[in-house]
């Protein structure tokens, strides 16, 4: 019987499942908590490890294990997670995306290939193709617009949810990156700035609400493939795919970081991206179960080490 499949997050300083608060790291979790936690309908799923990494700790943590950095072109910093180590598929699999002798692997896109290659069922494509195209598009709208949008409703709130070395980290790489403002003043410092974040995160999110509207159901034929009926809760019906992960990834983000901000984002439309949420809300929660891991020079590094 080959190894379990071990995940790495983030860590934080928040309890249980919440400790998972990543919007990238829960895309990651998401399939696996779908695919490979025993349920009902898939009684025999083998499970995972898991463990929570300290943000200092993640470049050492990836240099340990052979991993190069993204490009410099790569709008994230260079070492990230998410990221597994499974060498019983990942070493078997010639994919163009993993060269890495240890059976390591990050980055969620190749991370969502890898894992739908290796457990297809549950599928996170379920029309195939065209599901993979769904969910192309939901990431360009998140990355182009709504995540960008919602930087000053977040960004403000992620230092404080952290644990204290990942705090000091946070704060610091961030500050620099977002060409010395703190990221605890991301949002609009103006008067009525709160607002005016809203709109522009209103205004971005609007297209995903309507994808997951559907077509307005008296412009539907009444007879005909049950299609005449209300659609929804996932972009596809009743059929959950890696696009709606996406999404819900993001509302965890805000879930963790500002509940009052979270409750106002998800009661936006008429309360499609609620009805996401409390249908997926059982795949976000899930947990593998926790595993030390151990390197080389783990605990070397001090606070003020690192981007
Ligand atoms: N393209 C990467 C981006 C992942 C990413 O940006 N992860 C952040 C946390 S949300 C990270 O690990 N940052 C490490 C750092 O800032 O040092 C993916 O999709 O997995």
């Given at each position: 019987m080959s190894?379990?499949?071990?995940?790495f997050d983030i860590a934080s300083s928040l309890k249980g499942p919440r400790q998972s608060w990543s919007p990238n790291t829960l895309k990651t979790r998401l399939i696996l908590n779908y695919k490979l936690l025993p349920s009902a309908s898939n009684p025999d799923a083998p499970g995972y490890t898991q463990s929570y990494i300290s943000y200092p700790d993640i470049r050492p943590l990836l240099l340990s294990l052979?991993?190069?950095?993204?490009?410099?072109?790569?709008?994230?910093?260079?070492?990230t997670l998410p990221a597994i180590?499974?060498?019983?598929?990942?070493?078997?699999?010639?994919?163009?995306?993993?060269k890495n002798p240890k059976g390591v692997l990050n980055n969620s896109w190749p991370l969502a290939l890898h894992l739908e290659h290796t457990f297809p069922q549950p599928t996170i494509f379920p029309s195939g193709q065209t599901s993979y195209a769904l969910a192309l598009a939901v990431q360009h709208i998140l990355a182009s617009g709504v995540v960008p949008a919602g930087y000053g409703l977040v960004i403000p709130y992620v230092a404080d949810m952290l644990d204290?070395?990942?705090?000091?980290?946070?704060?610091?790489?961030?500050?620099?990156?977002?060409?010395?403002?703190?990221?605890?003043?991301?949002?609009?410092?103006?008067?009525n700035g709160e607002e005016k974040d809203w709109a522009k995160l209103e205004k971005a999110i609007d297209p995903l609400i309507n994808m997951l509207r559907g077509i307005p159901e008296s412009l539907l034929p009444s007879e005909g493939g049950g299609q005449?009926?209300?659609?929804?809760?996932?972009?596809?019906?009743?059929?959950?795919?890696?696009?709606?992960?996406l999404v819900v990834a993001y509302l965890g983000w805000f879930e963790?970081?500002?509940?009052?901000?979270?409750?106002?984002?998800?009661?936006?439309g008429d309360g499609e991206l609620r009805r996401l949420w409390e249908a997926s809300?059982?795949?976000?929660?899930?947990?593998?179960?926790?595993?030390?891991?151990?390197?080389?020079?783990?605990g070397g590094v001090p606070e003020f080490e690192g981007e």
């Open positions: 190894e379990k499949l071990h995940f052979s991993l190069p950095p993204h490009p410099s072109s790569a709008t994230s910093a260079p070492y180590s499974h060498p019983s598929s990942l070493l078997s699999t010639a994919t163009t995306t993993n204290e070395r990942g705090r000091n980290y946070f704060v610091r790489t961030r500050t620099k990156t977002f060409g010395g403002v703190s990221p605890r003043d991301m949002g609009d410092q103006s008067e005449g009926r209300a659609r929804g809760p996932f972009f596809e019906g009743d059929k959950v795919g890696y696009a709606d992960f963790r970081a500002n509940k009052s901000h979270w409750e106002r984002l998800v009661d936006l809300e059982g795949w976000l929660e899930g947990q593998g179960e926790t595993r030390e891991w151990e390197w080389e020079g783990k």
